[in-house]
């Protein structure tokens, strides 16, 4: 049984689409905690945090990443920290758990849904992806291609690639299925290495675990499917198993 002598940061996940999918277990915490802050820069949030408890303040990535004054905070109350998904998806929150043990802070991770599993949903088997990687928006002199290069080495080894569309919260700009298969194919004209064309077979989704959109197509055409409002993902299959194949068929 947990000393009430010793504070504690919680850092609880809220799943993926509202403030429905909570576990019970991080709304007793949250309940319990004398302070609550939230972030939404890295993913979008559908829900209404006022449904959760009474005062929540949303915390900015400059407020997360710089002094993250919530984490000293949390050395003399109880503090909850929540967070789209899962909180340990986002390495952001693997830097918070560090700075909070510097600082000799306890914390507790109560995790949630997340994409990494709620993929699962395009019927492809998790096990058979590899690495992950994110589709970011291009910026003046700055046009990575790691998602280019992740997904040929995925390939390469026949796994499945999932690649996560950027988000930008604070704009309000969520990259959407098309968004993303325009930048890889922007990349793929200046690589020329018949990685990513508008005929790779490919999944866009949206909405994972709140009203799912799924659809199984050529590049092309994905590209101008309406999915609907965020988050977007995009999956490329690799070398497929005939029960997978059965799957997809159903999501053309």
């Known amino acids: 049984m947990r000393n009430s002598e010793i504070k504690m940061l919680y850092i609880i996940g809220l799943g993926l689409y509202d403030e429905k999918d909570i576990s019970v277990r991080g709304m007793e915490a949250l309940k319990n905690c004398q302070k609550a802050y939230a972030e939404f820069y890295t993913n979008a949030f559908h829900g209404k945090l006022e449904n959760l408890r009474g005062e929540i303040k949303i915390l900015s990535r400059e407020d997360v990443e710089g002094k993250a004054a919530f984490i000293k905070e949390a050395k003399n109350k109880d503090v909850a920290f929540l967070v789209p998904g899962d909180p340990m998806a986002a390495t952001t929150h693997v830097d918070i758990l560090l700075r909070a043990k510097k600082l000799g802070?306890?914390?507790?991770?109560?995790?949630?849904?997340?994409?990494?599993?709620?993929?699962?949903?395009?019927?492809?088997?998790?096990?058979?992806?590899?690495?992950?990687?994110?589709?970011?928006?291009?910026?003046?002199?700055?046009?990575?291609?790691?998602?280019?290069?992740?997904?040929?080495?995925?390939?390469?080894?026949?796994?499945?690639?999932?690649?996560?569309?950027?988000?930008?919260?604070?704009?309000?700009?969520?990259?959407?299925?098309?968004?993303?298969?325009?930048?890889?194919?922007?990349?793929?004209?200046?690589?020329?290495?018949?990685?990513?064309?508008?005929?790779?077979?490919?999944?866009?989704?949206?909405?994972?675990g709140g009203g799912s959109a799924i659809k199984y197509a050529r590049a092309k055409d994905l590209a101008d499917f309406d999915f609907g409002p965020p988050p977007h993902a995009i999956v490329v299959p690799g070398k497929l198993h005939f029960v997978e194949e059965e799957f997809l068929d159903y999501l053309k």
């Open 105 to 208: 802070v306890e914390t507790r991770i109560i995790h949630s849904s997340s994409v990494f599993s709620a993929i699962g949903e395009t019927g492809l088997q998790i096990y058979k992806f590899g690495k992950t990687t994110s589709v970011v928006f291009p910026e003046k002199n700055y046009f990575p291609q790691t998602p280019y290069d992740v997904l040929k080495e995925n390939l390469n080894a026949g796994l499945h690639t999932l690649l996560l569309l950027d988000v930008k919260a604070d704009e309000e700009r969520y990259m959407s299925v098309g968004d993303g298969i325009g930048i890889l194919l922007e990349i793929e004209k200046k690589r020329k290495e018949n990685v990513f064309t508008e005929e790779t077979m490919c999944i866009g989704a949206a909405r994972l």
